[in-house]
């Protein structure tokens, strides 16, 4: 397994003024860390700050916004990148969850504060307060036309808000224990959770109800993805026709992250079982890179890609830490990874 270089998360601010340093560590397994930092000396004459590594770091490319920094000694090196802009008063502790809209002018973000708060994308203004979740929210996301928000807590419930005045619209009531993600399908006629309960279950939105329980996996489901399924792959068929309230499930493949250690893919109408793949902890979470590849990540550090049309064996396992893995997303030809360190 790689070694893995970290600095200290404020490292922007931290290196903002003359003198100023942050702290380095290359990690790798089975052997001591090794412990450092980088220190501002000033500007260069380009206007780029001027900075040096201790003893065992290698301070490489540097920009206004960037840092290229290395470990010889473990033959690794990390771009650091500094972020764009900060929001630091729109949740007072950890967020646990938050999506952006789809024309990017609104964010939304659930909190370990008890909150789920709309915001402006542009300035952190907050816009909305989206209150009626009793104990913690889990999940949030926007509805493909960004004025819709759906919303996932320990309560059970899943609601859906209006982000233009904070009303809650829709309430669905059905699993057993907290819900822990969601999943929209095309358009958001219908949408998916999955909860503590060990459920998947499929809504419909116009009429409030359970469409069906698409998997009940005897172990919580951490998370879910929906994507159209490879056209060489077989999804079953169904036991029986599909509701008429059914629209956009034909073809899908849901994928279920779950606490037991494994992967699982069902096919979405037919409701029967593609695929079982067995990983090395917990899947906490789980996403499509196209209709034949995915991404599922464990508790224990392992992000796995794998093939739909053959699970048998992953096509490659990324280990950068042993800190859970607790979101993936595709990001152009590849992936953004958040994880627990």
Known sequence: MAATLRIQSDWSRAL???????????????KPTLYGSVTRRGLRSDGVPDIAASEGFVVGEVTKKSILISCPHENVSTKFLAPYTSFSRIHQKSITCLDISSGGGLGVSTSTDGTMKIWQAANGEIRRLLEGHVYDVNCCRFFPSGLVVLSGGM?????????????CVVTFKGHKGGVLDTAIVERGRNVLSCSRDGTARLWDCGKAACLGVIADCGSPVNGIA????????????????PSEREVGTEGK?????????KLQGVGLQSRQPVFLFVGSDAFNCCTF???????AGTQDGNIYQLDVRNTNAPIQVIHRSGAPVLS???YR?????SQGN
């Open 226 to 241: 929906v994507g159209t399924a490879d056209s060489s792959l077989n999804l079953g068929t169904p036991e029986k026709p």
């Open 333 to 337: 030809d590849g992936f953004i990874a």
């Open 253 to 261: 493949i849901l994928l279920l992250a779950r606490e037991d250690k």
């Open 289 to 295: 890179l196209s209709s034949t590849y995915i991404l």
């Open 16 to 30: 903002s003024r003359d003198e100023g340093e942050a702290w380095l560590s290359c990690r790798s397994p089975g």
């Open 328 to 330: 993936l997303l595709p």
């Open 155 to 167: 309560d059970a419930q899943l609601k859906v808000w209006s982000a233009e005045d904070a009303s």
